[in-house]
């Protein structure tokens, strides 16, 4: 069964995250990801482009939730991954790769969005946040 998305930003669930951190290197795909996120509900939402970027915000303020985009320009945003569940924060990982090989074992059980996704797919990965893998 498929999650609807409330077109009524007053009828959203009240659990979605406060603050969300997107990693993602494309600014096209980064906005899109901004804007639907915040029609969701979430009050903040910060974009890194790079692993360095997303250390640094993580290290200024830690998120309550991550979508990380695996593949970045020349990196992999797997540090950034291992950060973050140093500090017990959840998140979910955002690819366009096929199949299981790109991930590293420890990462098996956290969820994966395959781009390209749904608005509702999103919307369930946020709606469950708190589910995420959070250690």
Request: aromatic letters at 10%; one cysteine or more; glycine letters at 6%.
């Amino acid at each position: 069964m498929k999650p609807v998305v409330p077109d009524n930003p007053a009828a959203m669930p009240a659990d979605m995250p406060g603050d969300v951190l997107i990693v993602e290197d494309d600014v096209i795909i980064a906005l899109d990801f901004e804007q639907t996120v915040a029609e969701f509900g979430v009050t903040s939402v910060r974009i890194a482009s790079s692993v360095a970027e997303a250390l640094a915000l993580i290290a200024e303020y830690p998120p309550d939730f991550a979508l990380l985009d695996i593949g970045l320009s020349e990196e992999k945003s797997f540090a950034v991954a291992r950060r973050l569940a140093a500090l017990k924060i959840p998140f979910a990982f955002v690819t366009g790769y096929s199949g299981d090989r790109a991930f590293p074992p420890e990462y098996s059980d956290r969820p994966k969005l395959s781009k390209p996704f749904s608005r509702d797919e999103l919307f369930a990965i946020l709606s469950d946040w708190r589910s995420c893998g959070a250690g």
